[in-house]
């Protein structure tokens, strides 16, 4: 009975591996549904995701006109070459119904050349330089320059020359000045 028994069992332990080697195959079976699985992504990934839209850079061009006007006087008495003066853009510059650059942006001149008022009836003079202008917190460059000239005093210098002097060149808020944009300005 005792090898009765071990055959039974021994046939029981037979009979369980083949079941045993069946509940492995259907996980080995499975390993190979990963790899779809795993594709799966890469299938929704061929999908484009929508892009969320940039605005189109728009750009003032360059040399583009600019009128502008003086914060405060400007004389040929006090100035010197290399002083620095504030002008103010006196209307929006617009491109296609958009402002590009606001009423009230600030504009930076150079003086770049002086004389003074001279004997002789000759008036004072000087010359600005439009160095740069400020455009919603970011600086651009402009181009133009101005000459400021003091009325002579002709009449009186042909009887005395030596007695008579031209006026100082005065530049005075209000007056309009022309100048260019230097570079594409982004609004």
């Keep these: 009975m005792k090898i009765v028994i071990a055959t039974v069992s021994a046939a029981l332990c ?14 080995e079976t499975a390993a190979p549904a990963e790899p779809a699985a795993a594709s799966a992504p890469a299938a929704e990934a061929a999908v484009p995701e929508p892009v969320a839209e940039t605005p189109v850079a728009r750009a003032l061009p360059a040399s583009t006109q600019v009128s502008i006007t003086s914060d405060g ?11 620095k003066f504030q002008f103010t853009v006196v209307n929006d ?23 003074g008022k001279a004997v002789g009836g000759k008036s004072g003079k000087f010359e600005l330089s439009f160095d740069k202008i400020n455009v919603r917190g970011a600086d651009y460059k ?16 042909v009887f005395a020359t030596w007695l008579v002097s031209g006026r100082s060149a005065v530049m005075l808020p209000g007056q309009m000045v022309t100048v260019f944009t230097d570079q594409p300005i982004p609004y």
Excluded: C
């Design 93 to 115: 510059v617009q491109e296609a119904g958009e402002v590009a650059i606001p009423r009230g942006s600030k504009v930076e001149a150079t003086v770049t050349w002086k004389t």
């Design 142 to 157: 402009m181009r133009g320059t101005h000459r400021q000239e003091g009325k002579g005093n002709t009449v009186a210098a």
């Design 14 to 27: 037979f009979a369980a591996a083949p079941l045993h080697a069946q509940e492995v195959a259907p996980a």
């Design 73 to 83: 006087e400007i004389t040929s008495k006090k100035v010197e070459v290399g002083d």
